[in-house]
């Protein structure tokens, strides 16, 4: 691997602080997008949504657990999905490692809530051996309809905002594909590294170590034992069965989505 110059520690500090123009840069147009969010129209949530949970059917509002604001992310612990049912989507679960304490989110009148396809069941146990405490919901397809399908996240993961006036709920922001990566520190962490996330899709360094997105990831409890996920990468053309479906053209990470 060919190095970027090695300089003394005055021009080193020198170049850090070249670099710190455009990191204030990167933070204001951070803050002038959230103050975009919130500005942004609300739109009323007429259907009734119902959910499963440890005490039994809940609706989308009682999922606000009397608070003011309410996220939902939609993740795949769905049967079908990558080993299920020992564990649910890789990428889906990597996140899940990433939720904070959320006495932090409630401190400011906010709940962050899990909803799969899975049973309650399956999910409990799958949180019992991944070490999750957030609370996890599974999605019940109602009369009024299924609220991953109307809410933009019966294929993809995605993570919606909502609010509520009294027991009038509003959906107020949506954010999914490469918008997910934010609540993701992992990628953060690695962002300021030398190597970055070493993904080929990266504009690194010529000979930087990289690989093929997505398929390094793996379950936290099985990375000494990791192989490549088959649910991403393209699809293997001897293999019929293959469920992962063709990556297209565009996406500037993963190449499917």
């Known amino acids: 691997m060919k190095t970027p110059p090695i300089v003394s520690a005055p021009e080193w500090d020198t170049a850090l602080q070249q670099m710190l123009v455009k990191e204030k840069e990167f933070t204001r147009a951070r803050d002038a997008l959230a103050a975009m969010r919130r500005r942004m129209p609300w739109t ?12 039994g059917t809940v609706s989308l509002l009682d999922l606000f657990a009397g608070r003011r604001q309410l996220i939902v992310y939609r993740a795949f612990l769905d049967p079908g999905v990558d080993d299920w049912p020992e564990h649910g989507c890789v990428g889906c679960s990597l996140m899940a490692d990433h939720i904070p304490n959320l006495a932090h989110l409630n401190a400011r009148d906010t709940t962050l809530v899990y909803a799969s ?9 799958i949180k019992a051996r991944m070490g999750w405490q957030h609370p996890w919901y599974t999605m019940v397809p ?21 609010i509520r006036d009294g027991d009038q709920v509003y959906r107020t922001y949506f954010i999914d594909n490469r918008g ?5 520190n992992t990628w953060n962490f690695l962002d300021m590294t030398a190597l970055g996330r070493q993904e080929t899709w990266e504009d690194s360094p010529e000979g930087y170590p990289q690989t093929k997105p997505y398929e390094w990831w793996s379950w936290h409890d099985t990375y000494a034992q990791q192989e490549p996920s088959r649910w991403f990468g393209d699809p293997d053309p001897d293999d019929p069965k293959d469920p992962r479906p063709p990556r297209t053209e565009g996406c500037d990470s993963c190449g499917s989505h």
Request: aromatic fraction near 14%; proline fraction near 9%.
């Open 44 to 55: 009323p949530v007429e259907k009734r949504y119902e959910f499963e949970g440890p005490e």
């Open 117 to 125: 396809r899975g049973p309650q069941a399956d999910i409990q146990r």
């Open 142 to 162: 109602g009369p009024d309809g299924a609220f991953d399908v109307d809410f933009g996240v019966d294929q993809w993961h995605g993570t919606n905002a909502f």
């Open 180 to 184: 997910d990566e934010a609540f993701v």
